[in-house]
């Protein structure tokens, strides 16, 4: 193979091969791990915002629930509806889960350090395309949820589904508009620059508060969180396209929610709160970086899960025309008003 | 491993292409299209093109693909297959697609499969070819016009689109109406989330049961009156 003709994959990385599966396991792994650590909190903080304990029976504080829970669904047998689709009801948990560990890789959890001689860069890859690589992945995950509620032969899940598909159209183009701003202040679309362009100036969340307040509604959107969750509302349509899902099925689709929330609250952390680095300690050691991220990301788990115990779920107009009518016309002006400080100064 | 990549993504391409055509269910034709469309994607990737490659997925995968789920999932079910043309139709398609598959294959041919013959000579790639900066140069510059063209159409197309999907109240009769800006402002009493937190609607209900209070106590009063008078009269007329 020639030096000048190289997959994406190995345009951006700093590492030799086998530091990059090395890397790429252990990724996966504290994705997976977070997953978890998410739904305990989410548990605990409910219960703590309705006024009852949430989970206090497994483990210390009920830490250990999740982890039993997640047992408990994989050790489920696995069946489907007579009237599902049998190939196609079970690709799509698969796909769910694959695409939102594929999104996770892109998350930059510090800089480039060096372990045991070999240069190693805290992410999974530095693609030159950076949040377009969320949205791209977003988009097969999407076929997941659509797949699920179609395969699956019933009609909640079909409603979910139909739900899904046009509440997630609807949020990605403002949440696309949302980013411009920041990659116009940047001059690149790469997430590791956009951190260290917040190193050295100032964090985007001050630069590009509107940018930031539309990123994070979308981003719940996306996310199908509450007051945004029609797509598996269950006074409605019981839980939408995962209705007819037990045991692995459903801890797939579950898993891929939750580790989706995640993403969405690291990438916020990225682009918005500066990443890896801590305010007013400019050279803090590079081994931090990851639980700084880890830490910010779960501020944003807090918000969410506060913002689902303080709204109410919208109903299905309002959530379409705040969508077309207010978010997007805002990310537009933000951006336009953004070109124009960019190009003047 | 580039060659790998190559012919995994180049033989999952045509698997794909083969399966929008050969499978009867609709819907899956159009998920075979997705994975055809993934699979170029890919291939943009190989290319160094992962920009496209990224707008292939949103756009296509994402976007297109999304409407066509959408109506084959709606209307497909039970919906015609390929075989379910007239013969003389069928005829004509295979007529069709095997010259454009004559004219293709012609074209391929003839640069007599170049790029086969020089894989080991390609050019030194500059830094950035490909990304976004690159794309985005050349569409401003070298490429203006017919990207302004193109973004016109859509323009175009996308007002087209609201217009056309806009509510008639009154059926299709309907005469040419100008769009307001009014028009995206609900109109009051439909219970939007404004309307319950300022409380539109509770006012409205407020001022509802004042009415109501108000004609009842008007209709007893009257009502009150009126037996006083009878009473008045009955009074009169025992006197008498």
Redesign the interface.
Known sequence: MSSTFVPMAETFAVETWWVQIIKGVIIALIGFTLIPAAVTVERKLLGRFQHRYGPNRAGPYGTLQAGADILKLLGKENFRPAASQGFLFYLAPILAVVAAVATFAIVPLGEVVTIFGQPVGLYGIDVGIGPLYVFALGSIAFYGLVLGGFASGSKYSYLGAMRAAAQLISYEVAMGLSLVGVIMITGDLSLVTMVEYQQEHLWFVLLQPVGFLIFVIAAMAETNRAPFDLVEADSEIVAGYMTEYGGGGFASFYAAEYLNMIIAGAIATTVFLGGWAIPFWPDAPAALGPFVVIFKTFLFVFFFVWIRATLPRLRYDQLMSFGWKILLPLATLNALITAVVVVAI | ???V?FFLSAIVAIAGAVGVIALKNP?NSV?AL?VHL?AL?MLF??L?S??I???Q??VY???VM?LY??VS?YVGEEGETWTSGGRLQRALAFLLAGSLGTVLLIAMLGSGLRGLADA?E????EA?FG???QIGELLLTRYLLAFEAASLLLLAAAVGAVLLARRREDGIAEGPRVLAVTD?V?SAGTG??TEGTRGTLAARAMEADRLAERVIAERTSAAKKAAEQAEAKDGDGGGA
Do not use: I, N, W, Y
Not at chain 2, 122 to 125: D, I, Q, R, S, W
């Open positions: 491993m580039t060659e990549l819907f998920l997705v993934v994607a990737l190989l160094h992962e920009f490659a990224a707008a997925v949103v995968a994402g976007a999304v789920v959408f999932a080991g390609l050019p030194t790639l950035g990304g976004a900066a995206l609900p939007s989330m």
